[in-house]
C-alpha cells in the first residue's frame, strides 16, 4: 500500500511540476504582452512593475525546474539560459522603460520576445508559439 502511494507520487509529481510551469509560462506571455500595453500608453512606473512580475514568472518557472532534456534526448540545464534572458534582452527593456524611450522600447521588446525563442529551441521545443509583440 505505502510502496503503491510513493510509485503514484512519483508518477504525479513530475506532471504536476510540469502542469505548474506550463501554467508561469503562459502567465508570464500574458504579462510580456501587458508590460507592451502600458509601455505604448504610456503608463512607463506601471509598464516597468509588469516587466518585473513577468520575470517573476519566467524565473519561477526556470528554477523549480532547472535540468531539462532536449528533443534528442540531453540534458541542459536551463538556468545559464535565464541567466543570458535576465541580462540581457530582459535588462535592455528594463533601460528602455525607465527611460521612457518608446523607440528603444520597440527594440527591446522584439530582442525580448527573440531570446524566449530561443531557450525553447535549445530544448526542441518548436510547437510552443510565442505572441507577437502588437
Ligand atoms: C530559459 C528558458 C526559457 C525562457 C527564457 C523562456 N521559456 Fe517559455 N518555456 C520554457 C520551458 C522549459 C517550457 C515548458 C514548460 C513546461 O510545460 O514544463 C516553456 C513553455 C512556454 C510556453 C508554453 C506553455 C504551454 O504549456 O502552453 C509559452 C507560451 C512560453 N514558454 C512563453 C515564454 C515567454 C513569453 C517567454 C519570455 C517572456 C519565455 N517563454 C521564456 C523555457 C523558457
Redesign the pocket.
Known sequence: MKRLLVLSLMIVLPSCA?MM??HR??A??RK?LDTRKLQQAGQWDEALAMAER?HAS?SK??TS?PA?KTAGGAEVD?RP??AG?TNGSFAELKTALQKKDARHSTHAFAS?RQ??IN??TV?G?TQ???SEIP
Request: glycine residues 0%.
Open positions: 510540469s510551469n506550463s509560462m503562459k508570464a506571455q510580456m513577468m519566467v518557472s526556470i525546474a531539462q536551463l539560459l535565464l534572458w525580448l531570446q524566449c531557450c525553447h530544448l521545443k510552443v508559439q510565442v
